[in-house]
């Protein structure tokens, strides 16, 4: 398997551009998660869906970050307009976990998109 | 609220030295416990996980992390670095809130 793929690795636009970042996760998991990685806040949890829908949207800052899982193989998350401090590193990742069993399997992460909003 | 607190933002060690990179959690209940690892321009990678039994865990790379409920605490060891352990380390819980919270990661450099 491929693993995780995100795309663009690289992302670089003037503030108050939209902007989409996209995940394919692995083939067969169930689980999706929008991470965001800054020097400043660390890791954080944006948004997770669980067969493909949004479970947990709580991380997401503001109302200018959305994200969707139209199906199994693919999700977007999408920042509109953007600002400077949205410039970060975001990593997708995805999983195979039962909500019932809760999300204890390892996480499988993209190698992430570097933002950067001028 | 629970929350991973991983002390050291960054450690430097001589390659063959050993190594522990400390992390304590917050949680009522024994929290479902990770170690990742981040190389540079990468993703994160599973290193190690435990979830119940053993306290003593052994993981890839040949890292172990020993869970600690007294001290709430799920320390990272090897016994000897290599130069390509440089990266950064994350620690993280997972918690019946389902969400797995990761702490704010330790550099770790590689003295030759």
């Known amino acids: 398997d491929a693993g995780v793929i995100q795309s663009p690795r690289h992302e670089v636009t003037e503030m108050g551009q939209e902007v989409t970042l996209r995940c394919k996760p692995i083939?067969?998991?169930?689980?999706l998660f929008w991470y965001r990685q800054t020097m400043m806040r660390g890791l954080e949890l944006l948004i997770y869906?669980?067969?493909?829908?949004?479970?947990?949207d709580s991380g997401m800052p503001e109302d200018r970050f959305s994200a969707k899982m139209p199906n199994a193989s693919f999700s977007t998350l999408k920042i509109q307009p953007s600002e400077p401090r949205d410039s970060a590193v975001y990593f997708c990742?995805?999983?195979?976990?039962?909500?019932?069993?809760?999300?204890?399997?390892?996480?499988?992460f993209g190698s992430g998109t570097q933002l950067s909003v001028l | 609220a629970q929350s991973v607190t991983q002390p050291d933002i960054h450690i430097t060690v001589s390659e063959g030295a050993s190594l522990e990179l400390r992390c304590n959690y917050s949680?009522?209940?024994?929290?479902?416990l990770f170690w990742y690892v981040q190389s540079p321009g990468q993703g994160l990678q599973l290193l190690l996980k435990?979830?119940?039994?053993?306290?003593l865990v052994q993981g890839i790379k040949g890292f172990e992390a020993e869970f600690k409920r007294s001290q709430s605490s799920f320390n990272l060891r090897k016994p000897s670095v290599h130069w390509s352990d440089a990266a950064e380390y994350f620690c993280?819980?997972?918690?019946?809130?389902?969400?797995?919270?990761f702490g704010s990661g330790t550099r770790l450099s590689i003295r030759p």
């Open positions: 869906f669980n067969n493909n829908v949004p479970i947990d």
């Open positions: 083939s067969g998991h169930n689980s």
């Open positions: 949680y009522g209940a024994t929290p479902y």
């Open positions: 435990y979830f119940s039994g053993d306290t």
């Open positions: 990742a995805s999983s195979l976990g039962e909500m019932a069993q809760g999300f204890r399997e390892k996480l499988f």
């Open positions: 993280a819980s997972y918690s019946s809130a389902s969400k797995i919270i």
